[in-house]
């Protein structure tokens, strides 16, 4: 036989070469059976139609020229011109007929499928999926253009559902991309995968990247999962759970998960028993959706699995999967390369940055009131009035340059999406149709809001905001904002290290792309503001606690968790292993927490666990909270997230720092609580920093060194010490000026003594007066300190000082 005319080829007859012959999709499926199967890598096995099949459909039905005729006057612009021609073209070929060989031969090959898995035709589910001869190419992506069918069983369905998928090749947003990326209309051919179904309506499926999809940064592997058949996690109908895993403490054997999010997970796609539809949605019991869809161990396995479909691809991939409820056994099911994040030049850097107003300014309905929030995808700003579209068939009212505003897009919306300033939708997660058309079209989107359609006014003039973390904001009015493009091949390197100060995890991965030379300053105050919001005691003793309503309010927040503690410890590490994921192997500074008691009192549950103080700036702030028997429970919920960090994940570039430590004693203290706690000094090349950010660690800092491993100097706190001022008072605020000259002989002195030491302690600093004051960090430079952490707008910036200032001390 010539298999370059054949209508069948098996899985195991099919290289990625044979694109012509079987399309993108069928081509990976065949290289992967093939190749990747001997890996452990589990596919379900099937056939190709191929696109000598559905060329010869076409002759048998003489619709070449007719097709030809239909698309003459074509307008992609005007959906309905393109929704007249395209509703034309796919009812002709669904009415068309099977020439009898073909269909004998599609046949007798579902009944071959049916033997291999031991089952009677009557009773093989088979997936039928779509695969254009041009998918998947590197700087295309034809992915979810055409239909895929499930659950089809019997010669009758699959005959009907195979014929659709030719349909599909003429689908209104298939034309339309087509002629976006400058495709003949009539050239492209299609074949359909015949896969035998995962049983995934009583299990779990989703989707899967070997990059993060928002950044494109390289070393993790993000995955989507949902109950049920995968259609609601490809079209992006449900919130999904979200797994993030390291790739090289993954490769160590590490349990490396460094994020884990809980998603809705509202609906089910399952089989349906009666009816025209062979699948059909229902709901989630709320018990289930407080659950993830798959293990950890589970997601590991994908994990493992993305690598090495990655590494025999050679690039970054995007994958199907699905997990059998029945057999207990996951299963990859698509892959296809990556065509967005993949392609951009990685030495371009644009950063968009928002003017927003003060928050105590803004009243309702002005402008700078967030509307409403959802998933960021990418990391840019969208200006443009609203429009809400309830229904696909509207989109001919849609004009360029408006923000599209729905409850969800599918493949049919394209040509409004192309011509939107943003879009925004109420349901779907990162993966979701909305976002990925929106990083391919490069304009940036907010999905999974819940109920933007309600908050946001037809022709409200918005702004979307992705730049400010995951969670994007729709603001109210036209909010000013600026882009900065850099060009990091013209940026010098300096012997001074230049590190970050990063709070939020979710900014992590974009961030990892500045020149950098690690993290000087993690905070785990935002970690535990933004993600966690209880106070520790509250959580520790919250089965005591009072206030049915806080009660009520820590279990919405930590639901899914039995164990409120292990709430805190989770959301805790998944944060710091973020952060510390995304610039591995280079050094992550992370302070303990260093919340004042109005501060801690702020939070969920903390007002009765805080006494008042009337000074809190210099109050029960940092080492004294840790040894405390009212706070030394609540320390150790933090040393376990490091230990999960370090040990678990993988990720021993983690430095810890404790702050405010204010005499020797203290410093004793809190690092035979850590060694009690599993984490010793010097253990498993465990380092530990400490602040200096009061005159008395300037003084005895020959002492503090023997007891740490580096100095990170508060330039804030050790301003307001040493000057006798509290930084928050405005009666004084004219007086604080880290400039002053006891400041800097302070400084000056601390670096000398550090570096006197045996063994030489590290001094580096975390604060915006370098960046601010060209002469201070030139200070510094002439001094030696060895590091200068700043917030990440300034790095660069502070990065062309301190080599100028380098270049005339001859550093």
Same mark, same amino acid.
């Not at 803004?362 to 969208?382: D, F, H, N, P, Y």
């Not at 089965?543 to 919405?556: C, F, P």
């Given at each position: ?19 012509? =012959? ?10 992967? &059976?093939?190749? =990747? ?35 003459? #006057?074509?307008?992609? /612009? ?7 021609? #395209? ?71 699959? =005959? ?22 400058? /495709? ?135 994958? @199907?999967? !699905? ?60 200006? #443009? ?54 990083? @391919? ?33 729709? &603001? ?16 010098? @390197? ?14 992590? &991965? ?41 009660? !009520? ?70 080492? !004294?909270? &840790? ?139 975390? #604060? ?44």
């Amino acid at each position: 036989m010539d298999r370059n005319k054949a209508q069948i080829l098996w899985f195991d007859e099919l290289t990625i070469k044979d694109v012509p =012959l079987v399309g993108g999709k069928n081509a990976s499926l065949g290289e992967m &059976y093939r190749s =990747l199967s001997k890996k452990n890598v589990a596919i379900p096995y099937g056939f190709a139609v191929t696109a000598n099949a559905y060329r010869e459909f076409l002759k048998f039905n003489k619709l070449d020229e007719k097709i030809a005729k239909v698309l003459k #006057g074509l307008n992609t /612009f005007n959906s309905t011109n393109l929704e007249k021609r #395209g509703a034309s073209i796919r009812q002709m070929i669904v009415e068309g007929k099977w020439p009898e060989n073909l269909e004998k031969a599609i046949c007798a090959n579902y009944k071959k499928l049916a033997k291999h898995y031991k089952l009677s035709e009557n009773h093989l589910d088979v997936a039928v999926r779509s695969s254009a001869t041009a998918e998947d190419l590197p700087n295309a992506s034809f992915a979810g253009q055409q239909e895929s069918y499930l659950n089809i069983t019997g010669e009758t369905m699959l =005959l009907e559902a195979v014929k659709k998928c030719f349909a599909s090749l003429y689908n209104n947003r298939a034309i339309s991309y087509r002629v976006d990326q400058k /495709f003949s209309q009539t050239k492209m051919a299609l074949s359909v995968a015949v896969q035998k179904m995962v049983r995934s309506d009583k299990g779990a499926s989703g989707i899967m990247f070997s990059l993060d999809t928002d950044s494109g940064f390289k070393d993790v592997v993000l995955i989507n999962a949902v109950f049920g058949l995968g259609e609601n996690a490809v079209q992006g109908v449900v919130n999904p759970d979200e797994f993030i895993i390291f790739k090289p403490t993954l490769a160590k054997g590490k349990k490396a998960i460094v994020s884990k999010t809980l998603g809705e997970k509202a609906l089910r796609m399952i089989y349906a028993t009666e009816g025209s539809k062979p699948t059909k949605n229902i709901n989630v019991p709320e018990k289930e959706r407080n659950t993830f869809a798959i293990t950890d161990e589970e997601a590991l396995q994908l994990a493992r699995w993305a690598v090495v479909i990655e590494k025999h691809y050679g690039k970054a991939m995007d994958m @199907e999967w !699905a997990f059998d409820g029945v057999t207990k056994k996951m299963f990859i099911v698509q892959a296809r390369p990556e065509t967005v994040q993949s392609q951009k030049s990685a030495s371009q850097l644009s950063e968009y940055h928002i003017k927003k107003p003060k928050v105590s300014s803004i009243r309702e309905g002005e402008a700078g009131q967030v509307l409403v929030t959802g998933v960021a995808v990418g990391s840019k700003v969208g200006v #443009g009035p609203a429009h809400i579209i309830h229904d696909v068939r509207a989109i001919g009212e849609f004009k360029p340059g408006e923000v599209l505003v729905t409850e969800i897009t599918d493949p049919d919306w394209e040509p409004a999406m192309k011509i939107a300033s943003a879009i925004v939708t109420n349901s779907g997660g990162r993966t979701s149709h909305a976002a990925i058309v929106s990083r @391919e079209l490069g304009i940036p989107a907010v999905v999974g809001t819940k109920d933007a359609t309600h908050k946001i006014k037809n022709g409200q003039m918005i702004t979307v905001s992705d730049c400010e973390g995951e969670v994007g904001k729709i &603001y109210a009015g036209q909010i000013p904002f600026e882009i900065k493009k850099w060009d990091l091949k013209k940026i010098p @390197e300096t012997k001074t290290h230049i590190m970050m100060n990063v709070g939020d995890p979710e900014q992590a &991965y974009h961030l990892s792309f500045l020149p950098n030379a690690g993290v000087g300053l993690a905070r785990e105050e935002f970690i535990i503001t933004d993600y966690i919001k209880v106070h520790p005691q509250a959580l520790l003793s919250f089965h005591n606690l009072k206030d049915k309503k806080v009660k !009520a309010q820590i279990e919405e927040i930590t639901k899914g968790y039995k164990d409120k503690t292990q709430f805190y410890v989770d959301k805790l590490a998944y944060g710091i292993g973020r952060i510390a994921s995304a610039f591995y192997p280079k050094d992550v500074i992370v302070r303990m927490s260093d919340f004042k008691t109005n501060e801690y009192a702020g939070l969920l549950g903390g007002a009765d666990f805080e006494p008042h103080e009337e000074n809190p700036m210099i109050g029960w702030r940092g080492c !004294a909270r &840790y040894y405390d028997p009212k706070f030394a429970e609540a320390f150790g919920l933090e040393c376990l997230a490091i230990k999960k960090v370090r040990v678990e994940m993988g990720l021993d570039n983690v430095i810890i720092m404790f702050p405010m430590v204010r005499t020797i004693d203290e410093g004793k203290k809190v690092l035979e609580l850590l060694a009690k706690h599993g984490l010793k000094r010097g253990q498993n090349g465990l380092k530990v920093y400490m602040m200096a950010e009061i005159p008395c660690n300037v003084i005895l800092a020959e002492q503090f060194g023997k007891l740490f491993d580096g100095f990170s100097i508060g330039s804030n706190d050790l301003t307001q010490l040493t000057l006798g001022l509290d930084r928050d008072s405005k009666t004084v605020s004219h007086l604080f000026d880290e400039r002053n000259d006891a400041v800097t002989t302070l400084i000056k002195e601390l670096i000398h003594k550090a570096h006197a030491c045996k063994p030489r302690v590290k001094v580096g600093i975390c #604060g915006q007066a370098p960046s601010d004051y060209p002469e201070f960090a030139e200070m510094l430079v002439k001094a030696g300190i060895d590091s200068i952490s700043l917030n990440p707008d300034v790095v660069i910036k502070t990065i062309l000082l301190v080599k100028k200032a380098e270049r005339k001390y001859r550093r």
